[in-house]
């Protein structure tokens, strides 16, 4: 499973993003609960800038694993992208409360709400 997710990233690399969307989905089939090909597949939309579709589902898999400080900053990045600054905000807000060690992904966030 590990080369087939490296040669997903492969694709989405190349610009590939059917191939690599259709290879994640595969790999979904197989472990549906597999959080780095649920990141891939969000990051697959955001790349190809569709925004709307990485947040639903970043949405989606944050409903089974709210705990996931990856899934949550993806989740600020494309509400960022959407031009959604007040959803953002509580997202940082959220993320602040339940991430509080977590310096780096804080101080990034802010000066993306800063800009």
Not at 16 to 42: H, K, Q, T
Not at 46 to 60: G, H, M, P, V
Request: a positive charge; charged letters at 40%.
């Amino acid at each position: 499973m590990k080369r087939s997710l490296n040669t997903a990233i492969a694709l989405l690399e190349a610009k590939n993003f059917d191939g690599a969307r259709r290879l994640v989905n595969e790999l979904l089939e197989e472990a549906p609960d597999d959080i780095s090909c649920w990141i891939l597949r969000i990051r697959i939309e955001s790349t190809k800038e569709n925004y709307k579709e990485a947040l639903r589902i970043c949405r989606d898999v944050l409903r089974q694993h709210p705990e996931n400080a990856d899934l949550r900053n993806l989740e600020f990045e494309t509400l960022g992208c959407l031009r959604r600054k007040r959803d953002a905000k509580k997202t940082f807000e959220k993320f602040k409360t339940d991430f509080p060690n977590d310096h780096v992904r804080i101080r990034d966030m802010q000066l993306c709400l800063d800009a």
